[in-house]
C-alpha cells in the first residue's frame, strides 16, 4: 500500500532546502533522543511504540466490548475531555457519512461527546435527548476526578441507573482509567464495570491508539484494526534508522523549526476535505500542549477549506506575514459525483459539466496553494491517498513522532503540560473547594 507523503518544495523560499537539510543531524539525534528515552518526559513514551506492540487479543477484547455496547445501546456516550476526546471525534467524524444522524435504519449506535465542557445547556438537552433511548456510557479518566468528565458522569450514571438499575446500568458503563489507583478506577472495582487501562506512559493528547480512542471508534463500527495497522507502517517509516531524506517526521520537524526561528510563528493547518476538520482540532491540542511553554512555541491554526477562504482568506493571503500553511491533501474521495449540465446555464457553471466536483476542489486547492505562496505564506503538504482507517493510523502516528521530534529540537519537555492547571486552582478556589480556602481568599481579594 501507498503512504501518506510530505512535500515541502513550496516552504521554500522563506528558508532553503540546504537549511532545512542542515538541521538533519539535530532531527536525528532527537529522534533518537525519543527511541532511547533518554530525553525529558521519558516517563511518557508509552505511544512510541504502542502500534507495533497492540497485540491481537487486546483487539480482540476491544472489539468484543465495543459489540456488548452495539447490542445493548441505541446510543453511546463517550465521556472524556482532550485527548480523551478529541482523537475519537477526529476519527469517527472522518469515517462515517457526514450525515449519520438522520439515518433511521442504522447497523451502528450513534456515538455522542460529553465531559467535554461544562454546559448547562448542554447536559440539559443530552440527558432530555437519552430520555426514551437505550443507551451506554464509555467513561475515560485516568483519575475520575477531572471537572468536566467527572460532573457529566455523576449525572449520566443516575439517569442510566434510575432507568435500567444498577445491576443492567454495570453492562452499559465501561471504564477506561488508571490500572491500580483513582476515584474512577475505585468505583468500577466497587460497581463491577467492564474496564480498560490508560497507560501510566502514554499521555492523553497521545492516547488514541489505545482503549481511549479505539473502544469508541469500534462502537461506531470502524475497523480499528485497519487504524492500527497504517500506526505500524508510519512507526516503521519514521524510525530513527531511516535517513533524514525518507524520515517525512524528521523533515516536517526540521522544517518548521527553521519557519518558526525565520519569525513564522502561527502555523495553520488546512484540509480540503471537510471530513477532515477534527483531524485539525485534534492536531491543535497535540502541537499546542506539546511546544507551548517556556515562552516559545509555534501557535497551531486550522481552516477548513475552500469554507475559511470566505472567511479567514483574506487574512491568511495578506495579513501579517508570521504564518506557514500545512496543508492535507486527498488524492481520493470515497464517491464520485459529477457536476451535470444546465440548459439555461444562469449561473454559468456549464464549463464544469461533465466534471467531477473534486476536480474543481483539486484546482481550487492548487489554485490557493499558489495565491498563498506568491502572498508570502510558505506551503507544506501532505498527501493522503484516501481518508480510510488505515492513513489515518498513518496521519496520527506520523504526526505524533514529528511531535515529540519538534520539541526536542524547540528545547521543551513535549510531554508535560505544567499550564493547564493554572485555571483549574483558580475554578476551585472561586467554587470554594475543600482545601483551597487561602486560595480562594487571596483571588476574592483581587476581583
Known sequence: MKNISLNIDKALGTVTKEQVYAQAAKANECNATLQNGNGAGNDFLGWLHLPSSITDA?????????????????????????????????VVEALNNSFDWLHTDRKNPVLVYAGHNIGEDYLY???????????????????????????????????????????????????????????????????????????????????????????????????????VAGAVSMEKATDVSVPFADNMA?????????????????????????????IAEWWKQLYGESEGKNGKGIFPASVDLTTDLHSMGQWIQDGERTIFETVISVEEPTHKVLVPTDEANLDGLNFLAGKRVDEV??????????????????NLKI???????????????????ACGISGYMLGVNPFDQPGVEAYKKNMFALLNKPGYEKESEAIRARL
Do not use: W
Not at 476542489?361 to 510558505?378: F, S
Open 58 to 90: 487486546e483487539l480482540t477484547d476491544i472489539e468484543n466490548t465495543a459489540n456488548v455496547l452495539r447490542s445493548k445501546c441505541e446510543v453511546v456516550v463517550a465521556i472524556g475531555i482532550g485527548g480523551s476526546y478529541l482523537g475519537t471525534k477526529a
Open 125 to 227: 438537552e443530552l440527558c432530555e435527548i437519552l430520555k426514551g433511548k437505550q443507551f451506554g456510557l464509555i467513561n475515560i479518566s485516568k483519575s475520575g476526578t477531572t471537572t468536566e468528565p467527572a460532573l457529566a458522569f455523576r449525572m449520566l450514571k443516575k439517569q442510566l441507573e434510575d432507568v435500567v438499575g444498577k445491576e443492567e446500568a454495570k453492562h452499559r458503563i465501561v471504564a477506561i482509567t488508571d490500572a491500580k489507583r483513582g476515584a474512577l478506577r475505585t468505583l468500577a472495582d466497587q460497581e463491577g464495570y467492564k474496564t480498560f487501562i490508560i497507560p501510566d506512559n502514554v499521555g492523553g493528547r497521545f492516547s488514541v491508539l489505545t482503549p481511549v480512542g479505539l473502544l469508541p471508534i469500534a462502537v461506531a463500527g470502524i475497523n480499528i484494526r485497519d487504524l
Open 250 to 278: 524528521e523533515i516536517y520537524a526540521a522544517t518548521r523549526n527553521e519557519l518558526y526561528k525565520s519569525g513564522k510563528k502561527v502555523e495553520i493547518l488546512a484540509n480540503f476535505h471537510p471530513k477532515l476538520h477534527y
Open 361 to 378: 476542489n483539486k484546482m481550487a486547492e492548487l489554485g490557493t496553494q499558489l495565491a498563498h505562496v506568491d502572498g508570502g505564506v510558505p
Open 383 to 401: 498527501t493522503m491517498p484516501e481518508v480510510s482507517a488505515y492513513y489515518i493510523g498513518q496521519l496520527f502516528y506520523f504526526f505524533e513522532r
